[in-house]
């Protein structure tokens, strides 16, 4: 089975800090993606790497930024907390295209941050 | 631009019951669509996908959903709901026109709630 872990289950932060929230997978999957998650609005895509060192922006990249040093490794970093930066935060990967899994993403438990 | 829409935020039903989750897509190309489902402090899991093919598409825990092109539809459907079949439930598509790492958008979810 596919595992994703993510660092934190729960984290609380205050603002101002820089907060590091890692994600590991171990089937070496391609595709890494960060999402946040608020109720009502859903999953939005924050940044995904297609490739180690290779990152590209999703639809809510302000006040964030990623490290994709390894392939099983993608990291999410918030320069400086802010409040409205609470949130759960979901990791995922998926496979390279031709994988018969390549359109499905395999998602971690997520990381309840909240900044105070 | 690709994007869901989940028009309900909660459903009721009772065991026993079918139950029906609507979900409706917007893609400039042929769509694929996916469910996940989210119980409470999880991930999301995969539940079904449509790429091609038969428009009915079974899944896990007996789910099923079926394609309506004519009405860019995607309905997820159980016969007879559980109990435990609570949860939320995420509508997802993907734009395979637009290349590039997987990307899915993601509906708002719509809680499910199975009482006795």
């Known amino acids: 089975d596919v595992k994703v872990t993510q660092s934190s289950r729960y984290l609380v932060k205050r603002t101002g800090e820089k907060v590091f929230l890692e994600c590991v997978q171990d089937m070496d999957h391609e595709n890494m993606f960060w999402y946040r998650q608020d109720p009502g609005l859903g999953l939005r895509l924050i940044y995904f790497?297609?490739?180690?060192?290779?990152?590209e922006k999703g639809d809510i990249p302000e006040g964030y930024s990623v490290s994709r040093e390894k392939k099983e490794r993608f990291s999410l970093i918030l320069e400086s907390a802010s409040t409205n930066q609470t949130s759960m935060y979901l990791c995922?990967?998926?496979?390279?295209?031709?994988?018969?899994?390549?359109?499905?993403?395999?998602f971690g438990p997520g990381t309840r941050l909240t900044v105070l | 631009a690709q994007s869901v829409a989940q028009p309900e935020d909660q459903v009721n039903v009772a065991e026993g019951n079918p139950l029906t989750v609507k979900c409706t897509y917007s893609?400039?190309?042929?769509?694929?669509l996916f469910w996940y489902v989210q119980y409470p402090n999880r991930g999301l899991q995969f539940l079904l996908k449509y790429i091609t093919g038969d428009n009915l598409v079974k899944g896990s825990y007996g789910f099923e959903a079926e394609f309506n092109k004519s009405q860019t539809s995607f309905h997820l459907k159980k016969p007879s709901a559980l109990v435990s079949d609570s949860a939320l439930y995420f509508c997802a598509v993907r734009d395979p026109e637009t290349g590039g790492g997987n990307k899915l958008t993601f509906g708002t979810g719509t809680q499910l709630k199975v009482e006795l």
């Open positions: 995922a990967s998926s496979p390279s295209p031709g994988t018969s899994l390549y359109n499905e993403q395999f």
């Open positions: 790497s297609y490739d180690v060192k290779m990152k």
């Open positions: 893609v400039s190309g042929n769509p694929y």
